[in-house]
């Protein structure tokens, strides 16, 4: 056990927005070096890292904090990329402005679906959002004059200021959008909101008792979800260059899902963990295993499948906290932070499980028990 | 007039096979409160091995007796290994994991016989019978597809009602602390539930498969259709999956037939929405209060 004792000025804010925009701040100089050290290849993938890290931090919002399971976070992503598709074939318009028609577009479709699906519990809406991820690519078999039929639409990428790479330009646009997403979203949780998310999850009669609207709360979270879906969408669009009902199969919900999961259902950092799985098994990792294992064409594109099964599986029955509640563990068990007088009002920090808990590990008693009840 | 008579007996048969994947979905969901969406994966993986026995030469026959086996074996083997860890956690977990299969499996069948699609070769002739003198939408394999169905609830009726397995089970499924209680190996009873469960799938699986296209993917929509059909059957009645069965059937086929194939995964989702938002308990289920 390592005992760290950290001066005053070390501290993290206690106000979550301060606290919450440094985590941000660190993240875009860390990405900014990452991507103008890496290639162009490189980029690319890093840039589809934080738009799966969107998308899955909205699943895990919706799940991991609130209670619901979403297997159509593919079909939203598919409103979000035609969202922005359409514009971009009718009209030019401003990219920030497509990225937002594109969230609202998705968040409308997402209050569409949450209406009823907010009165369903687990197993019925994992049933219904799978039809709606099964169903929704046939609607664009059906207007393929509106949809573009299997070709698809045809998005450009973003114009680069000066003489900047337009690939890493694209990359910027997409880590930046990913950071402020989990910035923004990161406030809600620590906010009214996630608390009353958390407690609709855990207990839905005592939620209603407490005075929280659980019909409102189970829709707020399904749209913020969605609306994350589909900025996510549109966000990947920009970079494959093209829109069809391919690019969204139902294996990629199940895709998110077992990002999510393995990253860490509820976690904003483990939707990164999950986001890095996302991009690089599929593309990368299964063909490294496949061929390290001289293994047939077909076990080799079949590979990718199978390992996110088995990581659902394995996961959910081994450590369904995932990555990140692991990595939460081993710090717990390794380091202690303190730093200095513990300031008052600590308790209700440790009751809404914020990841600064670890603070309070090495408080005096009293703040034993308030982490016991966390 | 041709066309409704044919689109209704199309709708028929498709809505028996409908029912018999619903009728493994309530008979899980009664026991252990679990939807198994890898019901459609299972039943996918038993129809290849029904394939690769036939591509050995030993007849339909033999091969149909296999899938139906390997169904035993393989719901119960999920039930053991899968199934029993996340019984007692939170219902999201046996959601993920049933995924996590479904997945797991198409990635397997993926990886042992390949993705592209491929025939399935039917019991009887799929050329359709003749009725005076025209012929209808209604082959010898329709009409195969209606006696199995119709068999396999029959025989499910006689084992809950007339056997003491099936009271058993039942008793294991509504009370199961009582029923240990008494001394009702409770555990063993829902494996049971799960392989009896994975049989009604095979059986599916033997009966989609000559009818569409047949890849690791062929059972996705027949899943998700035979959910609906459950829902609308009120998930915990072997008799409302039949009839949810029928109605989910003749429902997409009017719409296939009248308003186009492309429309049916969205007439099914408007279909779900509309019976969840109107009787979430379903159509024939008694309604109870929800458990808090």
Known sequence: ?374 | MRLFWNITLGGVSEGLIFASVALGLVLIFRATNIINFAQGAMAMLTTFIAFSVLGKGVGYWPAFVVALACGLVLGGVVQLVLIRPVQNKPPLNAVIVTFGLLILLEGLAGAIWGNSNRGFPAAFSQSGLVVGHTSIAFSHFDVFIVVAVLALVVLVALLFRFTTLGLRMRAAAFAPEAARLLGVRVSWLLTLGWSFAAVAGALAGLLVAPTSVFSPTFMDLILVYAFTAAVIGGLDSPLGAVIGGLVTGLALAYVGGYLGGALEPIGALVMLIVVLMIRPEGLFARPTARRV
């Not at chain 1, 990225?99 to 577009?105: D, E, N």
């Not at chain 1, 913020?224 to 969408?233: E, F, T």
């Not at chain 1, 950092?269 to 047939?296: C, D, E, K, M, R």
């Not at chain 1, 990140?324 to 600590?346: D, E, M, Y």
């Open chain 1, 1 to 374: 056990m390592i005992k760290l004792r950290l001066p005053g000025w070390a501290r993290l804010p206690r106000q979550p927005l301060l606290r919450h925009l440094l985590f941000g701040a660190v993240g875009v100089a860390f990405f900014y070096v990452l991507s103008i050290s890496l290639s162009d290849f490189n980029d690319f993938q890093l840039g589809e890292v934080g738009v799966y890290a969107i998308a899955i931090a909205g699943l895990s919002v919706l799940t991991g904090v609130n209670g619901q399971i979403s297997l159509g976070q593919g079909a939203f992503l598919a409103v979000g990329a035609y969202t922005l598709g359409e514009l971009e074939v009718h009209q030019s318009i401003n990219l920030v402005l497509q990225l937002l028609i594109a969230v609202a577009v998705s968040a409308l479709v997402g209050l569409i679906i949450a209406v009823p699906a907010t009165r369903l519990r687990g197993p019925y809406l994992a049933g219904m959002t799978l039809l709606l991820a099964l169903a929704l690519p046939f609607l664009s078999d059906k207007y393929s004059s509106f949809f573009g039929g299997d070709q698809g639409l045809i998005t450009l990428p973003p114009n680069a200021p000066g003489s900047i790479d337009p690939q890493r330009w694209l990359t910027w646009i997409q880590l930046f959008c990913a950071l402020l997403v989990v910035v923004l979203l990161a406030n809600v949780l620590s906010s009214r909101f996630g608390r009353s998310f958390r407690a609709v999850r855990d207990n839905e009669v005592a939620a209603s008792l407490a005075g929280v609207h659980v019909a409102r709360t189970k829709v707020i979270a399904f749209v913020i979800s969605s609306a994350c879906a589909g900025l996510a969408g549109a966000l990947l669009v920009l970079s494959t260059g093209v829109v069809n009902t391919g690019e969204f199969p139902l294996s990629l919900s199940i895709y998110l899902l077992a990002g999510m999961v393995l990253g860490g259902a509820g976690t904003l950092t483990g939707a990164w963990w999950g986001a890095i799985l996302v991009v690089y098994l599929p593309n990368q990792w299964s063909q490294s295993i496949a061929n390290a294992f001289h293994a047939n064409h077909l076990v080799g594109a079949n590979l990718a499948v199978i390992i996110f099964g088995a990581v659902l599986i394995v996961v959910m029955l081994a450590a369904p906290a995932g990555v990140q509640g692991g990595l939460r563990w081993l710090g717990h068990r390794l380091v202690t932070v303190s730093t200095g007088p513990k300031p008052a009002g600590n308790i209700s920090v440790t009751l809404q499980d914020q990841p600064v808990s670890k603070q309070d590990r090495d408080g005096p008693e009293s703040d034993r028990a308030a982490t016991s009840i966390d």
